[in-house]
């Protein structure tokens, strides 16, 4: 069947290349249908629990999305009369970004104290030229004297400070990834103003919003750098390796084609382009290149032997037919099964890839002869036949001659670093997302030192009817589990409605500093609210702390740089405390921080399962079509080892897995096994066809199909390699991950699998 298929692609080649291109056009018309959505809620399903609630956290109370300006000035202080301006200017122009609804800063903090019987509420910072030494001293001191100011909107050193900014973008993801690069255009031009007038500040930019806005430059680097940078790598390796330019052109036609037809495949899926799912072209472009590898080594090999064009192709595909079908078919499995994942952009990624991989296969065999034939080429004729004298057939003859020693020494190796696999614990820490190169990762890393923690765990406590937020019990309920929060070592800041009601009851008693407590009565606390919102300015109302109906409070803690299982940790203490302490006004923790905490534990256990089923499938597709299942089950053996032995070298190294590394079992699994079908593939036809015997059927494999294997096992890693110098770590832990697992897997291909035969398939010839 092979030979016939061969000689029908060979003989209508043309037609083939006509049908499949015209094939190429329609299914890539579908990218016309593709935006980039730069979101950190596409991590996670719509219905997913986590972000329903932290969404119904939003509609309650004022939303999370934000640009802060954190202000570093030189002289390490911010209450002098030059910086306190600066502060003000800032604050006041940041009004007029678009999409602002709310500004804090220290300057409009809306202090508040009594005059005679008058509840006096104005900005903090008024005019700081007129001041003297001892106001600016006062209003230091007044500053770090508020919780809602120390560590959240000041240091408390007073040495760095900052300006937040709320926006309100689109419901819409479409139109919020189109409105946010417009916003961080003027969110930057304003930066760099603020700089030109006041150059004696360093700035930071920091919130949600830039947060998103740098995911989306980091994939747009990635896109322009790392792509472009693979191509020269395999342009570069093919012309060393194959010693062709004819070949290497073809095969950039067919990795050209593959990708742009992934990316209709996903267009018309109706996925859209987000961070995980951008390296899907830097992944076809690496194994579109393993099937024209076969394909093309064996078309160089009969042309030196002295065949014709035409005869050579079609022996070629002949004898590799059925493998890069079979590789293709078990590659795509691994990536399918990224569909167990819980974040539906790795779920893309698998399924974008798997279609893709698909269609490189159906390129490679139909489109990639008509090629080749048509191009110009020529091959130097060799008198001996490489295999009987080449280095492929001497690392034959040395792992038979020794294949005891290798095969235990291998598998022994493979042990001790197998057991380092416990090693690892799952441990995401999203700052440690983005490269240390890039600003946001800078901003992070200098306010987690000197301001607060950048991640949060927020509560909406209810107090169980309309206006109940004004009851002394609710209140003191709250109050106390402030002060347990407070008392935790990982809390940097704690912010509640309670240090609101504190401080009016200050001031309604003329300032006396032992009435900061909370009232013990309801209609008073009431009262006191009242007054306080009918004397705050349009746009610093309390609507950030209460609901509208008042029946409940945002209670929010800053965490210092944790990872998600730490957060998770803290989380889980705190539900403790509530249902033991304070069960009336337990809720569940809310904020991106604990979203994706979550997120990656669940991916583990989600991909286990994924990671399982594609096995049994690749097992069964194996058995199959190898029609043995002693050799489908033996074919298996060499891919279990490689990831768990990177897993083990991971855990030696690194010893944390993040989202993405969870993955890399599924995506290896398919990849990791072309190998072995390739072997097993030549091994079988010379056991078979040829009656070889077990020895001289690993030599005829080695010789035949060897060469390819360290091709494209070196360029699988170069591309996944490439991906691992990506600035988004959750892409280069992936790629490095992914690289040396391929790695291994060619080790143990050549060193371990020829043992394994000659152990269980003993044959003469």
């Excluded at 950190?40 to 629990?49: A, E, G, N, T, W």
């Excluded at 050193?157 to 409105?179: I, K, W, Y």
Aim: with cysteine.
């Amino acid at each position: 069947m092979e030979a016939r298929l061969a000689a029908l692609l060979v003989r209508r080649r043309y037609l083939f290349a006509l049908l499949s291109l015209a094939l190429v056009v329609l299914i890539a018309s579908g990218a016309a249908k593709l935006w980039f959505e730069s979101s950190y809620k596409i991590f996670f399903s719509d219905d997913d629990p986590r972000l329903v609630a932290y969404e119904a956290m939003e509609d309650a109370y004022t939303r999370g999305d934000n640009v802060a300006y954190v202000l570093e000035p030189d002289n390490g202080k911010v209450f002098t009369p030059a910086n306190l301006e600066a502060v003000i200017w800032l604050t006041d122009q940041a009004w007029q970004l678009q999409r602002s609804v709310r500004v804090d800063s220290i300057s409009n903090f809306q202090y508040s104290h009594a005059e005679d019987d008058d509840l006096i509420v104005h900005d903090l910072v008024r005019d700081p030229a007129s001041l003297s030494d001892g106001e600016l001293a006062e209003l230091e001191r007044i500053a770090l004297a508020e919780p809602v100011l120390v560590d959240a909107l000041i240091s408390d050193r007073a040495h760095v400070t900052s300006v937040n900014v709320r926006v309100e973008l689109p419901d819409d993801s479409r139109e919020q990834s189109a409105v946010i690069p417009g916003l961080m255009a003027d969110a930057y031009e304003l930066r760099d103003r603020f700089i030109e007038k006041y150059p004696q500040f360093d700035v930071y930019m920091m919130g949600q919003v830039v947060v998103n806005h740098s995911f989306n430059e980091s994939a747009s680097n990635d896109t322009a750098t790392l792509v472009p940078l693979m191509f020269l790598a395999v342009i570069v390796l093919l012309t060393l390796f194959m010693r062709s330019i004819t070949t290497t052109v073809a095969t950039v036609v067919i990795i050209i084609v593959s990708i742009v037809a992934t990316l209709g495949v996903t267009g018309w899926l109706g996925y859209q382009v987000n961070q995980i799912n951008v390296s899907a072209p830097i992944i076809i472009l690496t194994l579109a290149v393993s099937d024209c590898v076969h394909v093309l080594i064996s078309y160089l090999k009969d042309l030196r032997r002295g065949l014709g064009k035409l005869e050579a192709m079609e022996h070629a595909l002949m004898i590799n037919i059925k493998p890069v079908f079979l590789t293709s078919i078990t590659t795509a499995i691994g990536f399918f099964s990224l569909n167990f994942s819980d974040s539906p952009p790795f779920r893309e990624l698998g399924t974008s890839v798997g279609f893709g991989v698909l269609g490189a296969m159906l390129w490679s065999l139909v489109l990639l002869p008509g090629i080749t034939l048509m191009l110009p080429i020529r091959v130097k004729p060799v008198d001996e036949d490489p295999d009987r004298s080449g280095p492929m057939l001497k690392l034959a003859n040395l792992i038979i001659a020794h294949n005891r020693l290798i095969f235990w020494s291998v598998l022994a190796v493979a042990a001790v670093l197998i057991s380092f696999v416990t090693r690892n614990e799952f441990n995401d820490d999203t700052v440690e997302y983005f490269d240390e190169s890039l600003s946001i990762r800078q901003a992070f890393d200098f306010v987690q030192d000197n301001l607060t923690g950048v991640d949060t765990i927020a509560y909406s406590l209810p107090a169980g009817e309309e206006n109940g937020i004004v009851d002394p019990d609710y209140l003191r309920q709250v109050e106390a589990f402030s002060r347990w929060y407070e008392s935790q070592p990982e809390v940097t800041h704690v912010s509640t409605f309670t240090d609101v009601v504190k401080r009016l009851n200050r001031n309604m008693h003329g300032d006396d500093p032992t009435y900061y407590r909370l009232p013990d009565n309801r209609e008073l606390i009431a009262q006191y609210i009242l007054l306080y919102e009918l004397s705050l300015p349009m746009g610093l109302d309390l609507n950030n702390q209460l609901t509208f109906d008042k029946s409940a409070s945002k209670f929010q803690v800053n965490l210092s740089n944790l990872n998600s299982k730490e957060i998770i940790a803290v989380e889980e203490r705190a539900q403790s405390w509530l249902a033991a302490n304070a069960p009336a006004i337990q809720n569940h923790g809310s904020s991106v921080s604990l979203m994706f905490a979550h997120i990656g534990q669940n991916n583990i256990e989600a991909m286990m399962r994924g990671s399982a089923l594609a096995l049994a499938l690749i097992a069964v597709t194996l058995i199959i079509a190898l029609r043995s299942f002693k050799f489908g089950l033996l074919s298996l053996l060499p891919n279990a080892f490689p990831a768990s032995i990177s897993f083990g070298l991971w855990g030696l190294i690194v010893g944390q897995v993040n989202l993405a590394v969870a993955a890399v079992f599924s995506i290896t699994l398919g990849i990791v096994v072309d190998n072995t079908v390739h072997f097993f593939s030549k091994y079988l036809r010379a056991r078979g066809q040829l009656g070889y015997s077990t020895e001289d059927a690993i030599r005829y494999a080695f010789t035949t199909v060897g060469a390819a294997l360290v091709i494209t096992t070196v360029a699988l890693a170069a591309g996944f390699l490439i991906l691992a110098q990506s600035t988004f770590d959750v892409n280069a832990s992936m790629g490095m991950m992914t690289a040396m697992t391929i790695g291994i897997a060619l080790v143990f291909d050549l060193l371990f699998l020829p043992g394994l035969l000659l152990q269980f398939d003993r044959k003469k010839a």
